[in-house]
């Protein structure tokens, strides 16, 4: 059986329509002659509106930085430092736009200084690093991997904020594995 359609004379899509922009002495004038009327509002108004039209600039956020025990490695410094280690290693993924890894930050310090002599910590830096990001499959912030002779230790990941006390459950957890094997 052969279905045949006849051409019809009412098309059933809409017409196109041409969008042009203003010329751009339209929106030049409308761009500088703008000035906004704070009269109306408080001295506590004027600076929340200043503020949410000139947000700081990106560079300007706190980046999490390392401090005593805590060490910052990069892709080139990442093999020596993790994978030929000597004694094991946690590292932990971060990001400075990461609330959470800040969050952490404190008690990742704590937990460096009070096991300095059993193991290293170190941070790697989500945005800087993409190559370790995708070869660890690191999908969320903060990532704690514990690596040890140059592998990472089967079911070490951790992923999300952590207290003190349950990091250090889970550091002793995985201490206690290693020295077992």
């Known amino acids: 059986m052969r279905i045949a359609f006849a051409p019809t004379s009412s098309n059933p899509l809409p017409p196109v329509r ?13 761009l500088t002659s703008y000035s906004p009327s704070y009269s109306k509002f408080s001295f506590r108004n004027k600076v929340s509106l200043r503020s949410r039209r000139n947000p700081p600039p990106p560079s300007s956020v706190t980046p999490i ?12 410094l990442f093999p020596n430092v993790v994978l030929k280690s000597e004694i094991p290693v946690l590292v932990e993924f ?32 989500h945005d800087s690093n993409p190559r370790l990001i995708e070869k660890y499959k690191v999908y969320g912030l903060p990532m704690l991997i514990l690596f040890q002779n140059g ?6 990941r951790r992923e999300g904020a952590i207290t003190k006390a349950k990091l250090k459950e889970y550091v002793d957890k995985l201490l206690e594995s290693l020295s077992t094997v």
């Open 18 to 30: 041409a969008v042009t922009s203003p010329p751009a002495s339209i929106i030049h004038n409308a």
């Open 65 to 76: 930085k390392c401090a005593g025990a805590v060490r910052e490695v990069d892709e080139n």
């Open 94 to 125: 971060v990001a400075t736009w990461c609330g959470p890894c800040r969050l952490i930050a404190p008690a990742i310090q704590s937990l460096a200084q009070e096991y300095e002599e059993k193991l290293t910590v170190v941070k790697v830096d």
């Open 151 to 156: 592998q990472e230790v089967p079911g070490s």
